[in-house]
């Protein structure tokens, strides 16, 4: 069953487009913003009762309507459950919509589109052109990950439950990163979460890739508990890739470019975002060739 929920959620969100609005998260906005004020002083206690009350609701849902109609109903609790632990965002408008701000030159709009929908940092000016670049790169394969890549290991290893789960502390992440406020226990469990799927991931950035540097830097991060998700991916992935930088943009940084350079510049980032892509691509279909060779076999 859990090979054609994934085909069905993958078809619904990849080929057709399909996504939840981030409207449907309201309700655990509103229950974390309860929490929160009713358990002023235990941060973690908020995020216990945060997590747990929407999972143990819907595990009650489940156990009661899964065994209907012959097991069916078990397959589209199943699919809509992943479908919603899946991400918000569809990451190839997004990326196209930036490039389309990049190659045409206006990169102060680039740099605030990547700043709200590639995790970007806003800790370098708008004009440092080689940073820009780095960021939404390292932005857009982590928003790959954490949208589909971690909830699909997550879902195939426990069910879909810890896929519930999983998205429920990403929009408990978001609502901490937002409202500047801290809760450890939170960003331990995110971190846990990811920890081996991403390395998963990594792996398969070799054989999606370039294999002999990937590989070589995937052993020198495997066992590394510390280092972060988004470093742990933007390594493997630009091993993957032969990407380090572009000289003609370095050459540029802090200053404004001409006519012909931007062009080569814009012509340069574009293939790099491009290449990206198509590596995010390329391993969810390694994935899920294996997922099938494994239920067959």
């Known amino acids: 069953m859990a090979l054609l929920v994934l085909l069905i959620t993958l078809a619904a969100y990849k ?6 609005s981030r409207n ?20 973690r206690v908020v995020t ?13 849902l489940l156990w009661l309507l899964e065994p209907l109609f012959f097991g069916l109903s078990g397959v589209l609790l199943h699919a809509l459950i992943l479908f919603y632990s899946f991400g918000r965002d569809n990451l190839p408008e997004s990326t196209e919509k930036y490039l389309s701000y990049w190659q045409g030159g206006d990169t102060q709009a680039a740099y605030r589109y990547a700043v709200e929908h590639f995790r970007v940092a806003e800790k370098f000016t708008a004009d440092d ?9 390292a932005g857009l394969l982590y928003q790959w990950f954490e949208q589909i890549f971690v909830v699909i290991f997550w879902y195939l290893v426990a069910g879909p439950l810890v896929a519930l789960f999983i998205r429920l502390i990403c929009i408990y992440d978001g609502w901490l990163r937002e409202s500047q406020s801290g809760a450890q226990m939170a960003l331990e469990l995110l971190h846990a979460i990811e920890w081996l799927p991403v390395r998963l991931l990594g792996f398969t950035f070799t054989i999606a ?6 590989f070589k830097c995937w ?5 590394s508990w510390r280092m972060p998700t988004e470093k742990v991916l ?19 940084q802090g200053s404004q470019p001409s006519a012909i350079c931007w062009e080569t510049v814009a012509e340069d980032y574009t293939k790099e975002i491009n290449l990206v892509e198509d590596l995010v691509i390329r391993s969810l279909v390694v994935w899920v060739i294996l997922v099938s060779i494994i239920v067959i076999s």
């Open 48 to 60: 216990l009762f945060a997590l747990l009350i929407p999972v143990s609701t819907v595990s009650i």
């Open 219 to 223: 052993t020198e991060v495997v066992l």
């Open 209 to 214: 890739g370039n294999f002999a540097a990937c």
């Open 15 to 20: 080929l057709l487009g399909l996504r939840v």
């Open 234 to 252: 933007n390594n493997a992935g630009m091993a993957a890739l032969g990407v380090c930088s572009v000289e003609s943009a370095e050459q540029i």
């Open 129 to 137: 052109l080689p940073s820009l670049q780095q960021e939404v790169r």
């Open 24 to 43: 449907f998260d309201a309700w655990f906005i509103a229950l974390v913003s309860w929490l929160s004020s009713f358990f002023k002083n235990s941060p």
